[in-house]
């Protein structure tokens, strides 16, 4: 390979990985260039000619909300709970600085770099030289337990984070439940989001410990077209009536936090709406994160699969296969449910009628979900641990989420699937630049 010819390779990888990997083809094309006669490609270099445009995709990790939330939903991710044991407010701030600046790191891709023979590596290397971005992201949410009397934090936890409840149908077991904090580690690749996990983990030991984790991935995008939503354990399309990401106003009325002011006082005899106080009395730190709700939910997958076709689909609401609703021909035809006030074409008590009834009293009730399947092999009994880790950013849980949870109290479909864990997380703001990290707005 000629310099030419390295310097171009270099250029267009340069351009692929981002700023994150400049210095390090900076050197390999003065270290190429040194040289008078033709060498073959260095490691560093064949790394990079191995990079193809779905490893090299990188996403911000700064920015006025986290990405994580309205980014498309990677192919495999890692939730890992912990809880703080550090000694101190001081020691939090530490921690939680050092768990973004690694992060950052991470998402924006970096080179691995070397130190003593004798000294431990930087990096655990499992990527080889170069860590490539893989549009990798690493959301990071807070717990109600972070607020309570360790830090001093009471007065500034989010007006509507509290540990999540057990519900009707719930078995929360409290070794895969709850915690201090969240992190959401999505990328392309397993070993990404292995990777990153255990650089993660590293930057943060002794302040802070794992309290569960669970992997999940995404099923393959079968067709028939991009556009169609890609299928839970159940074999259902999941994520058909999520709200648009790309409508700004819509997700400033449903996901993000607005800029705090005070508590609104209805006039006399008038009683106060949800329009009304939303947003209201939240800390000015939360203005521009969500609420996170996490549900570990084990599916009977054997009991499920007993089942006849058609009980399945008067269940969920949809056509198994094209994933129309019952009646219809496509997956994304409104249901258009007051044509069918009876319930004689989709149930009453459908899923999909509960979760989003489509009229005007329910639309702020809209949540934007964000679900993977998990796969975690037998039980003690030899049944088939699987299921779905639920996600569900929303604007303020008791008017969205957890008003949809109580409707779905009534479906069939509840003596299938048993939730067994998960939380309530608050996600703060993004980060606004390198010197800042996420959950900043606590230590001003």
Same mark, same amino acid.
């Given at each position: ?47 990079? /000619?191995?990079? %193809? !445009?779905?490893?090299? #995709?990188?996403?911000?990790? +700064?920015? $006025?909300?986290?990405? *994580? &939330? =309205?980014? @498309? ?32 790191? /991470?998402?924006? %891709? !970096?080179?691995?770099? #070397?130190?003593?023979?004798? +000294?431990? $590596?930087?990096?655990? *290397? &499992? =990527?080889? @030289? ?315």
């Amino acid at each position: 390979m000629s310099p030419l010819d390295r310097r171009q390779l270099l250029t267009r990888s340069a351009a692929l990985l981002g700023a994150g990997a400049t210095g390090a083809i900076a050197g390999a094309i003065a270290e190429a260039e040194s040289h008078s006669s033709p060498a073959a490609p260095s490691a560093p270099e064949q790394a990079l /000619l191995a990079l %193809g !445009d779905e490893l090299a #995709a990188r996403i911000p990790f +700064d920015g $006025p909300h986290q990405a *994580g &939330i =309205l980014t @498309p939903a990677q192919a495999q991710t890692t939730f890992v709970a912990l809880d703080s044991i550090a000694p101190d407010r001081s020691t939090l701030e530490a921690a939680l600085r050092n768990l973004s600046t690694r992060a950052r790191s /991470l998402t924006q %891709g !970096d080179t691995v770099g #070397a130190e003593e023979l004798d +000294d431990p $590596p930087p990096d655990s *290397g &499992i =990527l080889g @030289p170069i860590n490539a971005p893989d549009a990798l992201t690493v959301t990071i949410a807070f717990g109600a337990s972070l607020f309570d009397g360790r830090y001093g934090l009471q007065a500034l936890r989010p007006r509507g984070l509290e540990r999540m409840p057990n519900f009707a149908h719930d078995n929360l077991d409290p070794a895969r439940s709850h915690g201090d904090l969240l992190l959401s580690v999505c990328a392309g690749q397993r070993d990404t989001v292995v990777h990153t996990v255990r650089e993660l983990m590293r930057s943060v030991v002794g302040h802070l410990t794992p309290r569960w984790s669970i992997d999940g991935f995404q099923s393959t995008k079968r067709g028939p077209t991009p556009a169609n939503h890609p299928r839970n354990l159940f074999a259902f399309r999941d994520g058909t009536a999520n709200p648009d990401v790309n409508d700004a106003r819509l997700m400033d009325e449903l996901i993000w936090i607005p800029p705090a002011r005070p508590l609104a006082t209805p006039p006399i005899g008038a009683a106060a709406t949800p329009a009304a106080s939303r947003g209201s009395g939240e800390p000015s730190w939360a203005s521009g994160g969500t609420y996170q709700v996490v549900r570990t939910i084990r599916m009977h997958v054997e009991f499920w699969d007993r089942v006849g076709m058609f009980e399945q689909q008067k269940m969920i609401g949809r056509d198994r296969v094209s994933g129309a609703p019952l009646g219809g021909t496509d997956e994304f035809q409104d249901p258009r449910y007051d044509l069918d006030p009876e319930g004689k074409r989709i149930p009453l008590i459908a899923h999909i009628r509960l979760a989003n009834p489509r009229t005007p009293a329910t639309a702020e009730q809209r949540i934007l979900r964000r679900g993977y399947n998990f796969d975690r092999g037998l039980d003690e009994a030899g049944d088939l641990d699987q299921g779905l880790v639920f996600v569900a950013f929303n604007q303020d849980v008791q008017r969205q989420f957890a008003t949809i949870q109580g409707r779905l109290e009534e479906e069939e479909m509840t003596d299938y699937i048993t939730p067994v864990g998960g939380g309530y997380f608050f996600a703060p703001p993004g980060a606004r630049g390198p010197g800042d990290w996420i959950g900043s707005g606590l230590f001003v």
